[in-house]
């Protein structure tokens, strides 16, 4: 298995998404964060049911949020929302027919969790890399830190529910494999 290294991302480089946390925006209605689901399995939704049972009611220091549709895929924190998609699409960087495909994309562990972070024109958005299904997760550039680098707040607090609601790609329980 190759090692995963800490990314840094290169600069002027901004790798575009289409995943589903990509497609939020908040509801003039209320507070509700529209987010649409991914097309899933039965399979998927199983497990996302899981992870959703498991979700912190606070991430990086944002109160949870109400998503429509209500969905076992998704889930929000903040009013600049930060938008989970479990179930997501496989990211354009891990995907061998994609243009945007690179064989040494680099992820960060953390608390027990590979997240492979990738650059995006308004943040940042991070995905599990050796879980069954992959969640994604997107934090707003707001969230950055001083020296512009994204925050690993959000990814770091999702770590614990990751792991106690999603099997590894092997279908074991456990935190994964650390990139030592």
Known sequence: MNKLRVLLPAAGVVLASVGGATAWLLLSAGSAVAVTPPNATAGVHQVCAKLQSKLPATVDGQSRDTVTPSSDLTAAWGTSPIVMTCGASTPAVLDPNSKSYDPSAQAVYANGVAWLPIQVADGYEFYTT?????????????????????????????????????????????ADVSPD
Request: hydrophobic share 35%.
């Open 130 to 174: 050796q879980r069954e299904v992959y969640v994604e997760v997107f934090v707003p550039s707001s969230y950055d830190l001083a020296d512009g680098n994204p925050g690993m707040d959000a990814p770091t607090d999702l770590s614990a529910a990751v792991i106690a609601g999603t099997p590894t790609v092997d279908g074991k329980s456990g």
